[in-house]
């Protein structure tokens, strides 16, 4: 295996802070090296250093791609922290649906992994809007930084484990049952979400309309305080005027600093 020097780590994590905003601690370095090995030995690299020189003056951008593909961790699962996708049905959509004149609901699942957690806010909107879904235009715009992650995504097969806690008019309703292994979306959510592949250190954000909702969640819990403070301030004025934030429960803001209006534990708002 080729060693990492703390020299050739702190460049390299400096690189990734810098570009992706994504903080690599010094108890990362094992982790980081074992990922990265095969990538060295299949591209015939002598040393992280001759790596690393690589991926920073790569034009094309795919060094990058695959090195973040690599230490990412996209860790998520069907209804996951489902006291959050609740309160999305019972409040937010409620207000959002008489509120809106136009019939539409514009939310963004940033750093939306495999795809679990947009496709569950879609099944959840299909099913609450009902007989008047055709009348609504409530996309979903489902973004990652890697590009193995939205791979999976867009192809929306799961395994029956991961399906199979989902309510039995779910499963009927939205997933085709491919074999005894596997299931897959079908098309009618697949084609209310819109993948992207989008970096949330991005000075400004090209949307050209606010979002009513945003979940974030377990994403910024990889970022040092002062990045996860400027995007959280990037979010705010992302959306809407009474338009939800939804964090990790394991990340909170700091209220201090942030105009958001605390909800309850990972709820925001902004009023």
Known sequence: MIGISDKEFNQLANFIKCNYGINLKDEKKTLVTGRLNNVLVENNFKSFSQYIDYVMTDKTGKAAIILLNKITTNHTFFMRESNHFNYFKEIVLPFWTKASFKKDLRIWSAGCSSGE?????????????????????????????????????????YNNEEVE?????WRINYFDKLDNQKYSIKDKIRKEVIYRRFNLMEEVFPFKKKFHVIFCRNVMIYFDNDT?????????????????????????????????????????RKE
């Open 228 to 268: 996860k403070n400027a995007l959280v301030d990037k979010f705010y004025n992302s959306l809407e005027y009474g338009g939800y934030l939804f964090i990790g429960h394991s990340e909170s803001l700091n209220r201090d600093k942030t105009k958001f209006k605390y909800i309850k534990p990972a709820v925001y």
């Open 165 to 169: 806690m989902l309510p039995v008019t």
């Open 117 to 157: 957690e947009p496709y569950t806010l879609a099944m959840i909107t299909d099913e609450y809007l009902g007989n008047e879904k055709a009348i609504w235009d409530a996309k979903i715009l489902a973004t990652d930084i890697s590009t193995k992650s939205l791979g999976l995504a867009v192809e929306g097969k």
